[in-house]
């Protein structure tokens, strides 16, 4: 366990590269020490010199990335099929060279990789293929491990080179394959592409609604290739080769390479790599006669992966499949003596789904940001589910490249079981309740129990029943309101995400760059339902959030500006709002409406475009609890003109800054027509660029006004006609004017 700990601290705090030899030299003189005196403390040494060297020797990100991005150049092997998301397509790729300004980085084998722009994906390579280009490396500095991201601003920077991974060639005619027996059928294809996720690791043919049902219900493993698919496909060839009439020693090798073959075959992930190994050690040492300790045994398999691939710890999958596993090789056998009044199968199942949705709430929650506390029975009724899903995925695939009539009638079993299969996570679904994710202290002594727990210690079960304790606490907890009326800027990495909340009702406008942090956020400030998601345009650092909150959370309605209906990035988002029942609201100059407390006023963009870029931007004159707030979306200078010269009523208290505070609006007359209290630089803790400008600055500071940047989560509450109070932020105090009081 202390290199597991020692890996997880280097993460964080990885040591500098010129101690690598020296912690290898410490780990190798406690080890000859532990094995001369056998002594715990030496062990301990050991393993944690072993750990801190794995982190010393990992590539890492140059200092230089910080938050930002740096141009390289690289060369990668395309893994799997393209995935479309809000910042272009996406895929997983295997890198093979990393420049920065002609010098060569130390890199992960593994990155996400991005293409933006407008190519079809019909145009976009193919898995198993190799490639030349040049592009953005990002990263955070918090993880200097971490692999980063890989953006591509046109397909126009990307050149083929000549082989690539043959065995990525065979997953991507496997996926093909499975499609041909599908024919045209939409049930088929779904079929299909489920077959294609369980069976290779390839999840681009997957429904969005489909992925969403699962995860919220606390299902979402089922799609993750992992250990729970290793042990089904090795439970399946048991049953195969029982049925044949094997014999145990035969049995079990012809298992260990039918394992060795689909971790292969799935991508060969950090969760199936380790499952895989505890798998195929376990048959090896039974072939030898040699039993091993299960726990002991689980502990060492995921030490030695973590100590191969540092950076892997890093990655919900494998955090997932590590803890759940460890806890299940702990728990379920004294949870199921606890039910001695059920018959012993039942008491199996249920143990090992407690055991399960116990470990895995907490991460889930944490890396999700939403639980499923009825996942315990929708995971009773799925594995079942789940093993004839596997087995008939494994078999469609290995008819439906040479019979595919054979392979199409798979595949129709592979449809039944996935219909029942919805219905089942339709049902776990129905508890969905949003995670606050942990804060940091929280976080630390969660850890440390959990640690415990999953040791013989005499204090593991004590720290077991905490942990799970701390979790339930955690999520029931309300979180005090100190004001009815509130403006909070949410503190996403980059972009616009502002929340308005009065009494229960809540209004987001805009959702920030990164797909996950505005929907993070909203739980981390207990929003359960949103009234409304409001879109003021298109760019990916305003929308970045929205689909993950389409998909997951409870909203009200999507609003959006009617000239930008028909823009692409638009049309993805009313999809999902029409998948999910949610009602669309067009808005346009002119329209006013209530959203619970708030009296909305569109005051821009008109129904007929004049523009298609910022100046498209939807306006908005929000007023609640005798405050006005202005939202402007990313309105330049001449659009600024406009809204003026249209005689709209913009006179506010409180203003969202144009585009950020950027020098291209928040012109001196715009500022003077509105006549804020207070503005607000909605800008995300870690922009892009260097917002507010500074010229900006002073034009709010000669109204007066107050200014407010954006260093973290940013809030600004009041009573009903009451004064502004602000919490976070960095303002500037001015003097009260009449009429108007600062704050």
């Known amino acids: 366990m202390s290199s597991t700990v020692a890996v997880v601290v280097g993460n964080l705090l990885p040591p500098a590269q010129v101690w690598r030899w020296p912690l290898v030299l410490c780990a190798l003189a406690a080890l000859a020490l532990a094995l001369a005196r056998r002594r715990r403390l030496w062990w ?25 991005s740096l141009p390289v150049r690289f060369t990668v092997a395309i893994r799997d099929g393209w995935v479309e998301s809000t910042q272009g397509f996406r895929t997983r790729a295997r890198l093979e060279q990393l420049e920065w300004r002609g010098t060569p980085l130390q890199h992960e084998r593994e990155i996400e990789l991005y293409i933006a722009g407008s190519a079809a994906l019909s145009e976009l390579p193919g898995a198993g293929t190799r490639w030349q280009g040049s592009g953005e490396l990002s990263g955070g500095a918090r993880m200097p491990l971490g692999s980063g991201v890989l953006r591509v601003k046109s397909l126009l920077l990307l050149r083929p080179l000549p082989g690539g991974p043959w065995l990525d060639g065979v997953r991507d005619r496997g996926v093909g394959a499975l499609q041909r027996a599908a024919g045209v059928s939409p049930r088929l294809l779904r079929a299909a592409g489920l077959a294609s996720a369980l069976m290779l690791g390839r999840r681009e043919e997957l429904q969005e609604g489909e992925v969403t049902s699962l995860r919220r219900s606390g299902m979402a493993h089922l799609l993750a290739v992992a250990g729970l698919h290793v042990g089904l496909v090795a439970g ?37 790599r380790r499952a895989a190994t505890a798998t195929i050690a376990y048959l090896v040492a039974r072939q030898l006669g040699r039993p091993l300790v299960p726990l002991p045994t689980t502990w060492a398999i995921v030490a030695g992966l973590m100590v191969l691939e540092p950076a892997a710890v890093l990655e919900p999958g494998f955090q997932l499949s590590a803890f759940v596993t460890l806890a299940l090789v702990r728990w379920v056998g004294p949870v199921q003596k606890r039910l001695v009044a059920l018959p012993r199968w039942l008491a199996s199942a249920l143990a090992v789904a407690l055991v399960a949705q116990c470990a895995s709430m907490p991460l889930v929650g944490q890396h999700f940001v939403a639980v499923a506390p009825l996942g315990v029975v929708a995971n009773l009724a799925a594995m079942p589910l789940a093993f004839v899903l596997v087995a008939a995925s494994l078999v469609a ?19 039944a079981t996935q219909w029942t299969l919805d219905g089942v996570s339709r049902l776990g679904g129905l508890g969905s309740v949003p995670f606050p994710p942990f804060v940091v202290l929280l976080a630390g002594v969660f850890g440390a129990l959990a640690a415990l727990a999953l040791t013989r210690s005499r204090w593991s079960a004590a720290a077991a029943l905490a942990a799970v304790a701390i979790t339930a606490a955690w999520l029931v907890t309300p979180l005090p309101r100190p004001f009815p009326h509130e403006l909070r800027a949410l503190a996403v990495s980059d972009g616009m995400a502002v929340l308005v909340r009065s009494g229960a009702g809540a209004v987001l406008v805009d959702a920030g760059r990164a797909p996950m942090e505005a929907w993070r956020e909203l739980s981390r400030a207990r929003v359960h339902r949103l009234d409304a998601l409001v879109i003021t345009h298109p760019d990916i650092d305003h ?37 999910r029942g949610i009602p669309e609201c067009p808005l346009a100059a002119g329209q006013l409406f209530r959203i619970g407390d708030a009296t909305c006023e569109v005051l821009w963009p008109p129904a007929r475009p004049t523009s298609a870029d910022n100046n498209a931007s939807l ?73 507010p400008d500074r010229t900006v600055a002073e034009r709010v500071r000669r109204l007066p006004s107050v200014l407010v940047s954006q260093p973290g989560t940013v809030s600004v509450g009041w009573e009903t006609g009451g004064p502004l109070v602000l919490a976070g932020g960095e303002g500037v105090r001015v003097h009260r004017r009449q009429g108007r009081e600062r704050e």
């Open 44 to 68: 301990v040494a050991a393993g944690t010199c072993t750990g801190l060297a794995a982190c010393a020797f990992a590539a890492r990100l140059p200092l230089a990335i910080g938050e930002k």
């Open 236 to 272: 399946f060839f048991w049953l195969v080769l029982f049925g044949l009439g094997v014999g145990p020693r035969g049995r079990r090798w012809l298992i260990a390479v039918a394992v060795f073959a689909f971790a292969l075959l799935s991508g060969g992930n950090a969760p199936v």
């Open 397 to 415: 695939l290995v008819l439906a490249g040479w019979w595919r009539l054979a392979g199409a009638a798979l595949l129709q079993l592979v449809a």
């Open 543 to 579: 929308i970045g959030g929205a689909a993950v909150l389409l998909e997951r959370a409870r909203v009200g309605a999507l609003m959006y500006p009617l000239v930008l209906a028909e823009r692409r990035e638009i049309g993805r988002l009313r999809r999902l709002a029409r998948e």
């Open 619 to 691: 306006v908005m004159g929000v007023g609640v609890g005798g405050i006005r707030l202005l939202i402007t979306g990313d309105l330049e200078a001449s659009g600024e003109a406009a809204l003026l010269a249209s005689g709209a009523a913009v006179r506010s208290d409180v203003l969202q800054l144009p585009h950020h505070g950027s020098r291209t609006s928040s012109t001196a007359s715009f500022l003077r027509a509105v006549g804020p209290v207070l503005a607000l630089a909605a800008t995300g803790v870690s922009p892009r660029f260097a917002y």
